[in-house]
């Protein structure tokens, strides 16, 4: 009997893995949720690793806004997926948070890795930049994957409405250009992020206007 190793070739009764990809803005909870699921296929006897890229952390961790955390791997731009799972004994899923960073190559290898592997990749990340525009990453899962939720975890505008984007904000006023991705809310960058409605990304109102005191 040959030993079955991460890249085995899916036995032919096996359900199709699948590629996932959850998106939402800053603080919709997709950090919460990817070490909920992480631990939720864990239980059941499921072998995982989990990746991400920026992690809020700074380090190769994934963090989440209600304070839970977990070591994970740090995917750099040179990290090859499927050489990676392959190095390891047999991997049942991936949990791959910040995948909007991921390069547009390394997407196409989670997709190898479902399709030709078996293994069923949880893809977690923003959709687009502080501009509004898709990240390449993101359009790429949007292309390729089997399902794409859209998550919305009570995350508001200051104005109430369902916060939808994220507006960049450097000396307290939005952002229009500048880099793709610049790390922000950190207590060393001057760049902090904030989630705001469609109406008010467009009009760059980053707050309740102040009543003039001189008014009639
Ligand atoms: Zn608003």
């Known amino acids: 009997m040959t030993e079955l190793s991460a890249l085995s070739p899916v036995p032919s009764a096996a359900r199709d893995a699948v590629l996932k990809f959850y998106f939402g803005p800053m603080d919709c909870g997709k950090s919460t949720l990817a070490l909920q699921m992480n631990y939720n296929h864990g239980r059941q006897g499921r ?30 731009d040179a990290l090859d997926l499927v050489t990676l ?12 948070d910040e995948a909007c960073f991921y390069t547009v190559e390394q997407i196409e290898q989670l997709a ?8 069923d ?72 992020y904030q989630v705001l409605c469609r109406r008010h990304h467009r009009s760059g109102q980053l707050a309740m206007p102040v009543p003039s005191l001189t008014a009639s």
């Open 121 to 192: 990749v949880y893809a977690f990340g923003l959709a687009s930049d502080f501009r509004s525009q898709m990240f390449p990453a993101a359009q790429r899962l949007f292309e390729l994957a089997d399902e794409v939720c859209r998550l919305q975890v009570e995350v508001l505008c200051w104005c109430g409405r369902p916060g939808l984007l994220n507006a960049r904000v450097v000396g307290g006023a939005m952002a229009r250009s500048g880099e793709q991705v610049v790390i922000g809310d950190t207590d060393a960058s001057p760049v902090r």
């Open 47 to 76: 072998r995982g690793l989990v990746l991400t890229k920026h992690d809020r952390s700074g380090g190769a961790k994934v963090t989440s806004r209600i304070g839970l955390g977990l070591d994970a791997i740090e995917v750099d």
């Open 85 to 96: 799972v392959g190095a390891h004994d047999r991997i049942d899923y991936l949990i791959c």
């Open 112 to 119: 190898d890795l479902v399709d030709e592997h078996g293994v």
